[in-house]
């Protein structure tokens, strides 16, 4: 029996040889399914069954405290930029020009990874936004996905700032030999972590 979609991204389905029915729920981030055995042969004890672990794995995503997403540190990033630039410690520009690539409504960097923690990005997580930027839109310049980084660097600084993250090198042009640090290896779990003291 084929696959039964129960809602956008919610499906059970048989593997041959197996009474019993199978859940898979699509990760739009990760780009991949989430596979679990229901234990079930019955289709509609299945169903539930698939309608209940999805839910469970949404309010896990939903449980990220607010002080640790990226939505939170890309408006301390804002605010900061937005103070060094009234100070004239900041080019009121860059400034601006950052806040866009932050706040972009179709492919900002706030509607990507806002609600995600930013402990858990990792470099896979930034290579596939890259490449979905480059097969969506394809009109943005090399320049603005150059910003596009420069300003995803910039929150990481914040959250650096605030002990979260105890180093990392991100390019601020395409084309550099490395993107991000191979493992991501400076995401920490606590406010507890020495911070980085070399200029990055």
Known sequence: MGAIKLYRGVSIYQVKGSQNWYVRVWESERHRYIVKATGESSVARAREFAKSHALSLQKEKQQVEREFTFRHFAIKCLAKNTSLATKGQRNSNYARVIAWEIQNEDWGLVRKFGEKDIRAIKTPD?????????????????????????????????????????????PLAQGSATILDPSFAFIHSSRNTTTCTRRC
């Open 126 to 170: 930034v290579q596939r936004y890259l490449e979905e930027l480059s097969r969506k839109r394809a009109h943005l310049s090399s320049s603005t996905k150059n910003t596009i980084l420069a300003a995803f660097r910039n929150v990481l600084k914040v959250a650096r700032d605030d002990g979260l993250i105890d180093r990392f090198r991100i």
